[in-house]
């Protein structure tokens, strides 16, 4: 396979798409969105049998429960793609949306107005569900989008790309809106990296070294990620309750994941009555993922 070639020939298709996207209406976003979503959740058993085959291969490689935890789909996670999709469809739509103007003393008006950036690039590692993620998001923002995700979910990603792509073409997404990278060479990120002029940003998300890489190598614009120790900072002010239950689901809801909450820091004055009652909230959480966990078993 012509790796080179193959890059520039998804990136062209993206790139006329994209100026298709520009001027499509909110309702044939909103519609490709929630037929993405219903793609999903009806073809969710091809998706739990590619994931399968990567696990597989990923278990074969000896990699650490953690990445497997990022890298595993159920029916559970699939559901909460496709709620991801409708709930962004739900969203106002930013395009033409005008956030700042101002009338010059000689009388012109200078208004600031948002529009589509073009062709977005998203590099990823080992989670199938940035797929649907970073999919709906730039075709509700009017973008075209090229994927490109780990080696490691390459069937699990395929098989999710395929179904969005096909639901959105069906409610009127222009052919090539959504491009997929279906080969893990690396050769693959480096094309991505120097199509300047075919590809507008490029969008890091991963560990430190596949974001330093992209911005040390690109040529293209790109949106530097962060990649990780994050931070819930609760005030003397805090609702008890609200702040609880905010740093539970920070920890617990997916630990594994670059977004989990790592630090925690708390108000001085209210640390002694308020550390107790988390420490009690987050040993309830345990128990019952140590429960769903034999379950599972």
Known sequence: MDIQKTMMEK???AKAASHKM?????????DALMEMANAL???????LEANAADLEEARGKGLKRSYLDRLMLNEARIQQMAEGLRQTAALPDPIAQGDYSTVRPNGLEIRRVRVPIGVIGILYEARPNVTADATALCLKSGNAVILRGGSEAIRSNTAIASLLSKAAV???IPEGAVQFVDFPNREAVDAMTHMRGLL??????????LIQHIVTNSTVPVIETGTGVCHTFVDETAD???AIKIA???KTSHPSVCNAMETLLVHEAIAPEFLPKLSWAMGEKHVEMRGDERARE
């Not at 520009?22 to 909103?30: D, E, P, Q, T």
């Not at 959740?41 to 998706?47: H, N």
């Open 240 to 242: 008890f309750d609200m």
């Open 170 to 172: 069906k409610m009127g």
């Open 41 to 47: 959740e009806k073809r969710a058993e091809l998706v």
């Open 22 to 30: 520009a001027i499509l209406s909110s309702s044939v976003k909103n």
């Open 248 to 250: 539970v689901n920070a």
């Open 11 to 13: 990136a062209q298709a």
């Open 200 to 209: 507008d940003v490029i969008i890091p998300r991963g560990g430190a070294g």
